[in-house]
């Protein structure tokens, strides 16, 4: 399974961005699509995830209520919108995806996943 992520860049406190992540191969094997970052020296967080079953989605609480996760069958691709972006927000962005039947939590953690794309680059400035 290829994942391709995209959409990153350079934004200002308070502006938006939309990240995108593709897999072809999406629909044969995955369960659930999921975002994480990775700041400088810190350890890769959960972000967000698309379940397809029942479309469940789930949020981490630093993002709740700013960041929307939705799925494009056009496009076969899962959407990060990011809006009131804050400094706190720059990470390298990562789409994981997981064939994995598991308890809803445990796709909080990145062991959940098979397999992730290469990561899009988000900056925050002050």
């Known amino acids: 399974v290829q994942l391709q992520a995209s959409g990153g860049g350079l934004v200002q406190a308070g502006g938006s961005l939309r990240l995108s992540c593709t897999s072809p191969?999406?629909?044969?094997?995955?369960?659930?699509m999921g975002w994480f970052r990775q700041a400088p020296g810190k350890e890769r967080e959960f972000v967000a995830y698309y379940r397809w079953s029942g479309a469940a989605i789930d949020y981490a609480n630093s993002v709740k209520g700013r960041f929307t996760i939705s799925r494009d069958d056009a496009k076969n691709t899962v959407d990060l919108q990011m809006d009131s972006l804050r400094p706190e927000d720059t990470a390298v962005y990562y789409c994981?995806?997981?064939?994995?039947?598991?308890?809803?939590?445990?796709?909080?953690?990145?062991?959940?996943?098979?397999?992730w794309g290469q990561g899009t680059l988000v900056t925050v400035s002050s």
């Open positions: 994981a995806t997981s064939h994995q039947f598991l308890d809803p939590t445990m796709y909080r953690g990145p062991n959940a996943y098979n397999y």
């Open positions: 191969q999406r629909m044969l094997v995955s369960n659930v």
